[in-house]
């Protein structure tokens, strides 16, 4: 497989970013023509290599096998899911300067700036960089919005965005990093279904947690797919994703600070190397007893959470959310629980039990009847809203 040169890594000492610097090379009228892309559809993130990052520029495909997922915010780390199949006809990957460039107006700079990745204040800048001759200033372009280990996601600078180049009307699979005048409109790609929510998932309108699921990604502990506008409320949680999910929740609570988890220096599990993108966030909940491993030492980050397992972290989140308040880790009943009828001499039984009380954190499967049905896996939208749950209740705490 060919890999890409990695972006050189500048260090603190560079020149000002400015958000549009003057350019000054002289240019002829680009032969190249551009048309617009839908946005969710394209990323670009700063993997790391070597000592430093390397850009990437995905593209997911309609209707094809999933290319990635998010996770957190500020910054947002990107599960490699690329990485895990073959990716051929679902996913279009772009690692050097022959698949991206910068685009301003009517004029491709491809040989006139380069793209690199800078650090600088705790963050990753995407900046255009002059080539060695042309006289110009960087370009600030996207930012990851703070450092984590893992991929990071480039949140693109107000008035930038993917496109795509032509020539001769023909659309090429380089991509631009644009900004200025609009290019020919995107392809009607169908996909179909769905109507739009405010959220812009056209996929949970019916369902029954649809307010929670927008008030959750509003807040930011969870997020949808982008690349087709859903968010799969049906799906299962795994255990890496709720920890994460824990994690960025608790980072919500107002006056608290809860520290970005650093890079382990060693595996927190055996099946979870330091290098995976959910290793420093999975040592944090260790270390804090909000997580543990199964009798075996394992973790089994990738497994489905149960619901029973998601009350377990919801009801440790919620205590350790309370000791950041100065408030006792005691969980006092806010309403009456609900009498499960399937919970009778499940290992979970009181937790499911205290959690109901605790603003409705435990609720019957699907909100109806008594069953809770403990054993069966979590889906994506009652763990966001078990989670704003936990979330609202603490803060609704008093000293």
């Given amino acids: 497989m060919k890999f890409a040169?990695?972006?050189?890594?500048?260090?603190?000492?560079?020149?000002?970013?400015?958000?549009?610097?003057?350019?000054?090379?002289?240019?002829?009228?680009?032969?190249?023509?551009?048309?617009?892309?839908?946005?969710?559809s394209?990323?670009?993130?700063?993997?790391?290599?070597?000592?430093?990052?390397t850009l990437i520029v995905m593209e997911q495909l309609p209707g094809k096998r999933t290319c990635w997922a998010e996770g957190g915010t500020n910054p947002v780390v990107i599960d490699n899911l690329w990485d895990t199949f073959d990716f051929s006809g679902h996913c279009k990957r772009n690692r050097d300067s022959n698949g991206y460039s910068i685009r301003i107006g009517d004029e491709d700079y491809g040989l006139q700036y380069l793209l690199n990745i800078v650090e600088r204040n705790g963050d990753l800048l995407l900046v255009g960089t002059p080539r060695v001759g042309v006289q110009g200033s960087e370009i600030?372009?996207?930012r990851t919005q703070g450092i984590s280990p893992g991929t990071l996601k480039f949140v693109l600078e107000p008035g930038w965005r993917f496109t795509k180049r032509v020539?001769?009307?023909?659309?090429?699979?380089?991509?631009?990093?644009?900004?200025?005048n609009v290019g020919t409109p995107p392809p009607d790609n169908g996909g179909g279904g769905g109507t739009p929510t405010p959220s812009g998932f056209r996929d949970i309108g019916n369902d029954i947690y649809k307010t929670q699921i927008e008030e959750a990604v509003k807040l930011g502990f969870i997020a949808g797919f982008p690349e087709d506008n859903t968010f799969r409320p049906l799906n299962p949680l795994t255990r890496e994703q709720l920890v994460s999910m824990a994690f960025e929740a608790l980072r919500r609570i107002p006056g608290v600070n809860v520290p970005a988890p650093t890079?382990?220096?060693?595996?927190?599990?055996?099946?979870?190397?330091?290098?995976?993108?959910?290793?420093?966030?999975?040592?944090?909940?260790?270390?804090?007893?909000?997580?543990?491993?199964?009798?075996?030492?394992?973790?089994?980050p990738t497994q489905n959470v149960t619901r029973a397992e998601l009350i377990a972290v919801m009801k440790k989140a919620a205590q350790y959310g309370k000791t950041l308040r100065g408030l006792s880790p005691n969980l006092a009943a806010k309403q009456n629980p609900v009498t499960f009828s399937d919970m009778s001499g499940h290992w979970a039984d009181n937790l499911v039990s205290e959690m109901s009380a605790y603003c409705g954190v435990s609720s019957p499967l699907n909100e109806r009847g008594t069953r809770f049905n403990p054993n069966t896996a979590s889906q994506r939208n009652y763990a966001a809203t078990a989670t704003l749950r936990m979330l609202n209740c603490v803060k609704s705490e008093q000293q």
Avoid: C, M
């Avoid at 970013?17 to 617009?36: C, G, K, Y």
């Fill in 42 to 53: 394209f990323i670009a993130v700063a993997s790391p290599f070597n000592r430093g990052y």
């Fill in 167 to 180: 020539y001769q009307g023909k659309v090429l699979g380089h991509v631009y990093f644009t900004q200025g």
């Fill in 263 to 300: 890079a382990p220096a060693a595996s927190p599990f055996p099946d979870v190397p330091a290098s995976r993108w959910s290793a420093a966030k999975i040592k944090w909940a260790r270390d804090n007893d909000i997580v543990k491993g199964y009798l075996d030492g394992t973790f089994k």
């Fill in 140 to 142: 600030l372009i996207g």
């Fill in 5 to 40: 040169l990695p972006l050189r890594l500048v260090g603190l000492a560079t020149v000002a970013v400015t958000s549009l610097a003057p350019l000054n090379a002289a240019r002829a009228a680009s032969i190249f023509d551009t048309q617009e892309v839908t946005q969710s």
